[in-house]
């Protein structure tokens, strides 16, 4: 018996191959974990006085983030990179891809919070900029973990 590796790789069961319901769970239940999270902030928030009074979007006036808008928009927010995620199934690095893009998307995501007007509180911009933080730090390597699941078996040399 030789102790060379096999020259045939033999690819997981297609059982343990991750699909788009999988990188779908993945993205719900780290969205509810986020948005429990960034509830528990919400909260404390609140309690240290943070007002959440934030510039609506197409400027009609400072409007109040709610809890209710918190938890919307995280679970929409992962469900959505779920989704996007999974179109990174079965690419070669389907889950640096999916890292990559949705560390992209973080940056980007943070200009809502900290590039709010001048009435808005700075305590209340990091505060949110915090949130959005938890949401990226659960979410992206959760949804790329599964993603990376699905990767194609390496090419024989």
């Known amino acids: 018996m030789s102790s060379r590796a096999s020259a045939t790789p033999v690819p997981p069961p297609a059982s343990a191959v991750a699909r788009f319901r999988d990188v779908l769970r993945a993205g719900v239940v780290s969205g509810l974990t986020a948005a429990l999270l960034c ?7 609140l309690l240290i006085g943070i007002d959440y009074e934030v510039a609506t979007p197409g400027g ?3 409007g109040a983030v709610t809890a209710v808008t918190i ?5 929409a927010a992962a ?7 999974a179109l990174a199934l079965g690419q070669r690095r389907g889950g ?7 560390t992209v998307v973080f940056g980007v995501s943070l ?7 001048a009435y808005v509180s700075a305590a209340t911009r990091l505060w949110l900029a915090l949130m959005h933080l938890v949401t990226y730090l659960l979410v992206v390597p959760a ?3 599964v993603v990376s699941d699905a990767d194609p078996p390496p090419r024989p040399r």
Do not use: M
Not at 39 to 45: C, I
Not at 96 to 102: A, E, N, P, R, Y
Not at 111 to 117: G, K
């Open 39 to 45: 509830l528990a902030l919400y909260g404390v928030g």
């Open 60 to 62: 009609f006036g400072p």
């Open 71 to 75: 938890v919307v928009v995280t679970l």
């Open 79 to 85: 469900l959505l990179g779920a989704a996007l995620g």
């Open 96 to 102: 640096t891809i999916v890292l990559v893009v949705g």
């Open 111 to 117: 200009a809502s919070p900290l590039l709010q007007p």
């Open 143 to 145: 949804v790329a973990r």
